[in-house]
């Protein structure tokens, strides 16, 4: 069993900043790509931003130059650092990661429970 547990998450006054970390744990082979994702209300869950585990990054065109994203393969962690926040920047914040439990196996795409992120005017 393999677990996805967000923190960071919180209020902050626009053009603020705020870290996110997701962690995962349990019977772990590897971790391929990891992403953060995010869903506002009344709207589809979007890719924030994508990290593979040789560390490429590919970021949406509306957070470019103001999130940044990373992770550590020793700790099974990934991390996102967002600077100059915006009230559009509100969300719950989602971290995704393939895993794969062997090296037979295909990995399989798990979810964190997710993780306010409110920005305020």
């Known amino acids: 069993q393999v677990f996805l547990v967000e923190s960071g998450g919180g209020l902050v006054q626009a053009g603020g900043s705020l870290g996110l970390s997701c962690a995962a744990s349990?019977?772990?082979?590897?971790?391929?790509?990891m992403a953060w994702y995010r869903q506002a209300p009344g709207k589809q869950r979007e890719l924030v931003a994508s990290?593979?585990?040789?560390?490429?990054?590919d970021y949406a065109d509306s957070v470019k130059g103001r999130f940044t994203i990373s992770r550590d393969n020793t700790n099974n962690t990934m991390y996102l650092q967002m600077n100059s926040l915006k009230p559009e920047d509100t969300a719950v914040y989602y971290c995704?990661?393939?895993?794969?439990?062997?090296?037979?196996?295909?990995?399989?795409?798990?979810w964190g429970q997710g993780t306010q992120v409110t920005v305020s005017s």
């Open positions: 995704n990661a393939a895993i794969q439990f062997t090296s037979w196996v295909p990995s399989l795409d798990y």
């Open positions: 349990g019977s772990i082979f590897s971790i391929n790509d």
């Open positions: 990290i593979s585990n040789t560390g490429s990054t």
